[in-house]
C-alpha cells in the first residue's frame, strides 16, 4: 500500500530548468530526511532522465511525490514527455548503448542508483519514467 | 424476550476482573520478574474496563465496528509494551484468552435457564476474545520486528569502525557478509574518514568476511574504485586462502585491486608507498 | 552567459568549480580550458570540485574530455575535492573515470603535478647526458 503524502510538478523545456527541478528535489529529500548518498543518487539519476527528456523529446513534465510505503518513506519522481518515444526498450536499457553523442550511461544507470524504476514508451507518442528511491534504500 | 450480554457483563464488571486475574495468577508460567502482580491488575484492569464501555449489544456481533477502536488502541499498546519486555508469545496469548474464561463463566451463571440463548451469546463473546487474539499477535510480531530492525541499524553502525593506523593511513575491518547495503555504509564511513583525515592510503580488512563471491568482489571492486575516485589508494588485505581458491574458481577478475594477504604486509605496502621505513634502534 | 573563472598559477592552471553545473557551463569550461593550456603552455590542470555536489554521465564525460585533451596539449589534469557521496553515485552510475587523475585535496593535486613535472625535467637532463 502506497499513500502519497505531498507533490509538486515542474516543468523542462531549457536547460536552466534542470537547475530548478535538481534544487527542488533536494529540498524534497532533505524534507524526508533522506541521507546524503541517497539524496546524491536519487538527483544524478533524475538529471541523467531529464537530460535525455530534454534532447530526445524536446522537454517534459516532472512530477515530485512524497510516498508512505514499506514501512518508510520515499520520492517518487515521474518523467513525461511527448517526444518519439523509444522503440527498443530493451536495447535502450543496455550499458553503451546510446543513440546521441554521449556515454550511453544515461537509463541502465539511472536504474542502478534508484530502488525502482519503471518505463513506458510508445513511439510517435512519448515516454514515461518513473523513479522510486526510499529513504533508506 | 431479548437478552442485553453487553449490560449483564457491564453489571458483573467486579466479578469478571476478580476472575480473570484469578486465572492468570493461577498460570505457573505467570512471569512476576518482568511485572509485578499490581502492574498486572492495573493493566488488566484497563483492559477490561475498556472492553466494557465500548462494548454494546449493537455492536457484539460486528468484531469489525468501528466503535471498538478505543479497544484495539488499548490492547496494541499493552501488546507491544509486553513485545518489548521480552513475554513470549504463549504469555501474551494467554492474557488475552484467559479473559474468556471469565466472561464465558460469568455469562454461565446469569444466563442458567437458556441453554440456546447461552451458547448464542457465548458463541459472540468467543468470537470477540479471537479477533482481539489476533490485534494482540499482530502489533506483538509489529514489537519485535521493530526491536529486529533497531539491532540491525546497530549492527550497521557498529560494524564498520575507520581506524587509523598512521599518519595518512586508515584501516577498516570488515566483518560479517558484505551486501549492497551494508557496502554503502563501508563506503559512506571509509570516504569520510579519508576526507576527514585527508589520508592518501586506506587498508580493507576483510579477515572478517566469510566468504567472498561474486557479488562480494564487486561490492570491494566499487569500494576500491570510488576511493580512488576520491584521490585515494585502497588496499585490500585478510585474504585467507580459501578466499583465494575460490577468486580463482569464479573467474574474479581482482587484477585492478592491490590485495595482500595481512594486514601486517599490506601496512608495509601502503609505507613504502609513502617512502617510509621501519628500523630497529641500534643500541649502542 | 556565466563563466567559471580560471586561474593561472605558475606553470599550472587552476578552476575551482563553486556552482551548479548545467551542460552549457560545463562545455564552455571545457573550451575555455583548452584555448587556456594552449595559450599559456601550462604543465598542468587542477579542477577543484569539492562544492560540487551532482556529477551525472555528462559532466563525467566533460571531465574525461578535458583531461584527455589537456594530454594532448602536454599537460596533465588532476580533479580535487570529490566529494564521498559523489564518488560513491559515480561508481554505481557506471563511470569510473578512468584515465583522470585524482587527489583528495588542492595541496595534494598540487603535490601530484609537482612531482609529475620534475620527473619529465629529469627525464630531460637524462636526454640531455646520453647526447652529449
Same mark, same amino acid.
Given at each position: 500500500?502506497?499513500?502519497?503524502?505531498?507533490s509538486d510538478?515542474?516543468?523542462?523545456?531549457?536547460?536552466?530548468?534542470?537547475?530548478v527541478?535538481?534544487?527542488?528535489l533536494?529540498?524534497?529529500?532533505v524534507k524526508?530526511?533522506m541521507?546524503?548518498v541517497n539524496?546524491?543518487k536519487?538527483?544524478?539519476?533524475?538529471?541523467?532522465?531529464?537530460?535525455n527528456m530534454?534532447?530526445?523529446?524536446?522537454?517534459?513534465?516532472?512530477?515530485?511525490?512524497?510516498?508512505?510505503?514499506?514501512r518508510?518513506?520515499?520520492?517518487?519522481?515521474?518523467?513525461?514527455?511527448?517526444?518519439?518515444?523509444?522503440?527498443?526498450?530493451k536495447?535502450a536499457?543496455?550499458d553503451g548503448?546510446?543513440?546521441?553523442?554521449?556515454?550511453?550511461?544515461g537509463?541502465?544507470?539511472?536504474?542502478?542508483?534508484?530502488?525502482?524504476?519503471?518505463?513506458?514508451s510508445t513511439?510517435?507518442?512519448?515516454t514515461?519514467?518513473?523513479?522510486t528511491k526510499?529513504k533508506?534504500? | 424476550m431479548?437478552?442485553?450480554?453487553?449490560k449483564?457483563l457491564q453489571?458483573?464488571?467486579?466479578q469478571?476482573?476478580e476472575?480473570?486475574?484469578?486465572?492468570?495468577l493461577v498460570?505457573f508460567?505467570?512471569?512476576e520478574?518482568?511485572?509485578?502482580?499490581?502492574e498486572?491488575?492495573?493493566?488488566s484492569?484497563e483492559?477490561?474496563n475498556?472492553?466494557?464501555?465500548?462494548l454494546?449489544?449493537g455492536?457484539l456481533?460486528?468484531v469489525?465496528s468501528?466503535?471498538?477502536e478505543?479497544?484495539?488502541?488499548?490492547?496494541e499498546?499493552?501488546?507491544?509494551s509486553?513485545?518489548?519486555q521480552?513475554?513470549?508469545?504463549?504469555?501474551?496469548?494467554?492474557?488475552?484468552f484467559?479473559?474468556?474464561?471469565a466472561?464465558?463463566?460469568t455469562?454461565?451463571?446469569?444466563?442458567?435457564?437458556?441453554p440456546?440463548?447461552l451458547?448464542e451469546?457465548?458463541m459472540k463473546?468467543?468470537?470477540l476474545?479471537?479477533?482481539?487474539?489476533?490485534v494482540?499477535f499482530?502489533?506483538?510480531?509489529?514489537g519485535r520486528?521493530e526491536v529486529i530492525l533497531?539491532q540491525t541499524d546497530?549492527i550497521a553502525e557498529i560494524?564498520?569502525p575507520v581506524?587509523?593506523?598512521?599518519d595518512g593511513?586508515?584501516?577498516m575491518?570488515?566483518?560479517?557478509t558484505?551486501d549492497?547495503?551494508?557496502?554503502?555504509?563501508?563506503?559512506?564511513n571509509l570516504?569520510?574518514e579519508?576526507?576527514?583525515?585527508?589520508?592518501?592510503?586506506?587498508?580493507?580488512?576483510?579477515?572478517?568476511?566469510?566468504?567472498?563471491?561474486s557479488?562480494?568482489?564487486?561490492h570491494?571492486?566499487?569500494?576500491v574504485?570510488?576511493?580512488?575516485?576520491?584521490?585515494?589508494?585502497?588496499?585490500i588485505?585478510g585474504?585467507?586462502?580459501?578466499?583465494?581458491q575460490t577468486?580463482?574458481?569464479?573467474?574474479i577478475?581482482l587484477?585492478g585491486?592491490?590485495?595482500k594477504?595481512?594486514?601486517a604486509?599490506?601496512?608495509?605496502?601502503?609505507?613504502s608507498?609513502?617512502?617510509?621505513?621501519v628500523?630497529?634502534s641500534?643500541?649502542k | 552567459?556565466?563563466?567559471?573563472?580560471?586561474?593561472?598559477?605558475?606553470?599550472?592552471?587552476?578552476v575551482?568549480i563553486?556552482?551548479?553545473?548545467?551542460?552549457?557551463?560545463?562545455l564552455?569550461?571545457?573550451?575555455d580550458?583548452v584555448?587556456?593550456?594552449s595559450?599559456t603552455?601550462?604543465?598542468?590542470?587542477?579542477i577543484?570540485?569539492? %562544492? *560540487?555536489? =551532482?556529477?551525472d554521465?555528462f559532466? #563525467?564525460r566533460?571531465?574525461g574530455n578535458?583531461?584527455g585533451?589537456?594530454? /594532448?596539449?602536454?599537460a596533465?589534469?588532476?580533479?580535487?575535492?570529490?566529494?564521498p %557521496? *559523489?564518488? =560513491?553515485?559515480?561508481v554505481?552510475? #557506471?563511470l569510473?573515470l578512468?584515465?583522470?587523475q585524482?587527489?583528495?585535496? /588542492?595541496?595534494?593535486?598540487?603535490e601530484?603535478?609537482q612531482?609529475?613535472i620534475?620527473? *619529465?625535467d629529469?627525464?630531460?637532463?637524462?636526454?640531455?647526458?646520453t647526447l652529449?
Open positions: 500500500m502506497m499513500i502519497v503524502l505531498s510538478t515542474v516543468r523542462i523545456v531549457k536547460e536552466l530548468d534542470m537547475v527541478f535538481r534544487n527542488r533536494k529540498e524534497f529529500a524526508i530526511g541521507g546524503l539524496q546524491t536519487l538527483i544524478t539519476a533524475a538529471s541523467e532522465l531529464s537530460r530534454l534532447r530526445y523529446a524536446g522537454g517534459g513534465v516532472v512530477l515530485i511525490e512524497i510516498i508512505n510505503g514499506q518508510q518513506n520515499g520520492l517518487r519522481v515521474t518523467f513525461t514527455d511527448t517526444g518519439p518515444g523509444i522503440p527498443d526498450i536495447e536499457m543496455k548503448f546510446s543513440t546521441g553523442k554521449s556515454l550511453g550511461l537509463l541502465p544507470g539511472a536504474k542502478r542508483l534508484v530502488s525502482d524504476f519503471e518505463i513506458k513511439v510517435g507518442k512519448g514515461t519514467i518513473t523513479i526510499w533508506n534504500g | 431479548k437478552l442485553d450480554t453487553a449483564i453489571k458483573r464488571k467486579k469478571i476482573l476472575l480473570w486475574m484469578k486465572n492468570q498460570d508460567s505467570l512471569r520478574d518482568l511485572m509485578s502482580n499490581d498486572l491488575t492495573v493493566q484492569e483492559l477490561v475498556v472492553l466494557l464501555q465500548t454494546d449489544n455492536n456481533e460486528d469489525q468501528a466503535s471498538f478505543p479497544l484495539y488502541e488499548v490492547l499498546s499493552i501488546s507491544l509486553r513485545a518489548k521480552g513475554y513470549s508469545p504463549r504469555e501474551t496469548g494467554t492474557f488475552v484467559s479473559l474468556k474464561d466472561l464465558l463463566t455469562l454461565q451463571q446469569e444466563i442458567k435457564n437458556d440456546l440463548q451458547l451469546e457465548s463473546v468467543s468470537k476474545i479471537d479477533s482481539l487474539g489476533i494482540t499482530e502489533t506483538f510480531i509489529k520486528e533497531r546497530e560494524s564498520t581506524i587509523r593506523v598512521w593511513i586508515v584501516a575491518p570488515i566483518i560479517g558484505l549492497s547495503s551494508r557496502t554503502q555504509v563501508v563506503m559512506e570516504l569520510q579519508i576526507v576527514l583525515t585527508s589520508s592518501s592510503i586506506a587498508i580493507l580488512d576483510i579477515s572478517g568476511v566469510p566468504a567472498v563471491d557479488l562480494v568482489a564487486q570491494l571492486i566499487k569500494t574504485s570510488a576511493t580512488r575516485l576520491m584521490g585515494a589508494e585502497c588496499i588485505s585474504i585467507r586462502p580459501e578466499i583465494a577468486v580463482v574458481h569464479l573467474g577478475d587484477s585491486i592491490v590485495t594477504a595481512t594486514l604486509s599490506a601496512l608495509k605496502y601502503a609505507f608507498l609513502m617512502q617510509l621505513e628500523r630497529k641500534i643500541v | 552567459m556565466d563563466k567559471i573563472p580560471i586561474l593561472k598559477i605558475g606553470h599550472f592552471l587552476m575551482a563553486q556552482v551548479d553545473l548545467y551542460d552549457r557551463l560545463a564552455n569550461l571545457e573550451a580550458l584555448q587556456a593550456v595559450k603552455s601550462a604543465k598542468g590542470v587542477l577543484d570540485i569539492s %562544492a *560540487v555536489s =551532482i556529477v554521465s559532466m #563525467g566533460i571531465l578535458i583531461a585533451m589537456s594530454k /594532448v596539449l602536454d596533465d589534469t588532476v580533479i580535487v575535492g570529490m566529494q %557521496a *559523489v564518488a =560513491i553515485t559515480l554505481e552510475l #557506471g569510473p578512468k584515465g583522470v585524482t587527489a583528495l585535496n /588542492v595541496e595534494k593535486g598540487m601530484l603535478l612531482k609529475k620534475k620527473i *619529465v629529469e627525464e630531460a637532463f637524462d636526454d640531455d647526458s652529449q
